[in-house]
């Protein structure tokens, strides 16, 4: 057993996984044995965290009555037979009110999407993509995003919906708008990065002037080499500086380098761009990582990001394990 | 496994493999609903309705890689989405308690022993003071026995944060029968 289990408190331990098994199942028999051989001075906090684990477990709550119990199948069972015999019986005054309420449903459409077609770009897992606005600005967009436009008034309005992470290079003119869940980024002509995806909203400035306001109003405004990231404790938008060594963020050149990132954030990014699920084993999704992988080889990514952690990896098909 | 199997022959169309399902799980179901809310009528309602989505709908199932923990989670959203909470659910559990327990008049039950009726007679108001969050969590990791992994999806949180809720529970819950002791000593 682990180390780390010497300094837990009962509750601690009576919290623990492995050994929540131990006291109710008898697993990990063997490990927890030679732990407490190894560490008798624990003796008393393992004994009240056992305790506490067979208190809680033994706790009477109101379970249900057989009688209970069949009653509620037989109501199941009873309104299940009801609903198959229902369409045979008002065969002919179903058929029509389906098709009278599918044409207005279908006219009701015809209708809106004359009013506004969106137009949506999607970046699936394992592609980015690179696309022009209809007014010449540039967007790439990366894997596993999606923005979203009205087709008919873009060329006035310049709002776009962003989910994920997009960079935009704009062409000067009026305001241009990225909506995002985390927020709104506004600016007149210049280049950005937008990330927002898993609560984290995060814009970067490459050039020129962007203007950054959250849902409850809070402003920032960014020039080069600025960027704010939305603090998670209170969703307010902080100021920090990066460095734009080139012109466009890392991952539009198919690098993405971790700073003291939790292993959880840096496997969702490398599923997004291998387009692969990766299993952790338990307890590893908040080791934190720092280091790079890049787009291009499966096997090279996997082992950059778990050769500094010790970490084991086995890769079959579409499927990444990451264990201890 | 036994299982899986039930699950994709529902999507066929077969009923008797729903109620398999349903045999399996209604206990635990059952009692979990009732954490949620302590109302009957409202716990057999959702669970009718849930079986009969599954069945409305069977064709379109993906089949789940942990049955019990989808169930769950299915019958949380529809506990939650069914209106307010019930007087009954926020009615601390310890009123309830002396409902059941008139025979006893309070003197002799101070009287009783330390035996483990007691303490679970304890912990059942302990665990009526804790929050709802805690008392949920503190069900599916103990009488549930579930992992954190199932426990952090049904209640939408992460890992770290289910595990914390956790010893946040059980340190609210100790600190409560500390009181309750307390209180009884006092009294005597």
């Known amino acids: ?324 | 496994m036994e299982e899986t199997k039930h699950w994709e022959n529902l999507k066929s169309g077969d009923i008797n493999a729903l109620q398999e399902l349903y045999n399996h799980h209604i206990s635990a179901l059952y009692k979990y609903g009732m954490i949620l809310c302590r109302d009957d009528d409202k716990v057999k309602d959702c669970i009718h309705d849930m079986f009969l989505s599954f069945w409305a709908n069977r064709s379109g199932l993906t089949v789940p890689s942990s049955g019990k923990a989808y169930l769950m989670v299915s019958l949380r959203r529809r506990i939650f989405d069914k209106g307010p909470k019930s007087i009954l659910e926020t009615t601390p559990l310890e009123d309830a308690d002396i409902d059941d327990k008139q025979t006893a008049d309070p003197e002799t039950q101070w009287m009783m022993s330390e035996t483990e009726e007691e303490t679970q007679r304890k912990l059942e108001q302990a665990m009526g003071r804790i929050s709802d969050r805690q008392r949920e969590i503190v069900h599916m990791k103990y009488i549930q026995q579930l992992d954190y992994e199932d426990i952090a999806r049904i209640m939408s949180l992460n890992y770290q944060s289910a595990r914390n809720l956790v010893t946040r529970a059980l340190a609210a819950l100790r600190k409560e029968m500390t009181l309750i002791l307390l209180i009884l000593i006092v009294l005597m």
């Open chain 1, 1 to 324: 057993m682990e180390d780390k289990f010497t300094t837990y408190s009962p509750i601690h331990l009576a919290g623990e996984d492995y050994f929540v098994r131990w006291v109710l199942h008898r697993e990990y028999e063997e490990q927890w044995t030679a732990w407490m051989q190894q560490h008798p001075d624990r003796k008393p906090i393992v004994e009240e965290a056992r305790q506490i684990v067979l208190t809680l477990s033994e706790s009477k709550d109101e379970g249900i009555s057989a009688a209970g119990k069949s009653e509620l199948w037989n109501r199941i069972n009873n309104s299940i037979q009801a609903e198959s015999k229902k369409p045979a019986r008002n065969n002919i005054r179903q058929l029509l009110i389906w098709t009278v309420s599918a044409a207005a449903a279908f006219a009701l459409m015809v209708w809106i999407n004359n009013l506004t077609t969106h137009e949506r770009i999607i970046a699936k897992a394992g592609e980015q993509k690179e696309v022009f606005l209809p007014e010449q600005s540039a967007v790439t967009l990366n894997a596993g995003s999606s923005i979203m436009y009205k087709e008919n008034s873009f060329g006035q309005d310049r709002i776009l919906r962003l989910e994920g992470e997009a960079f935009f290079k704009v062409i000067p003119g009026s305001s241009f708008t990225v909506e995002t869940e985390g927020g709104t980024v506004t600016v007149m002509g210049t280049s950005f990065n937008v990330l927002s995806r898993n609560g984290r909203f995060e814009v970067s400035c490459y050039t020129g002037k962007v203007k950054v306001q959250n849902d409850k109003k809070d402003q920032l405004i960014l020039t080069t080499g600025q960027q704010s990231i939305k603090r998670k404790k209170d969703d307010s938008l902080n100021l920090d500086t990066f460095i734009p060594i080139s012109d466009t963020p890392d991952w539009t050149v198919g690098r993405f380098p971790f700073e003291n990132q939790p292993l959880s954030e840096v496997i969702s990014e490398l599923e997004r761009q291998y387009a692969v699920d990766v299993r952790l084993d338990k307890g590893l999704e908040d080791i934190e990582y720092t280091g790079l992988f890049e787009t291009g080889n499966l096997d090279t990514a996997v082992y950059l990001i778990t050769w500094p952690l010790h970490l084991k990896s086995s890769i079959k098909g579409k499927t990444v394990t990451i264990s201890r």
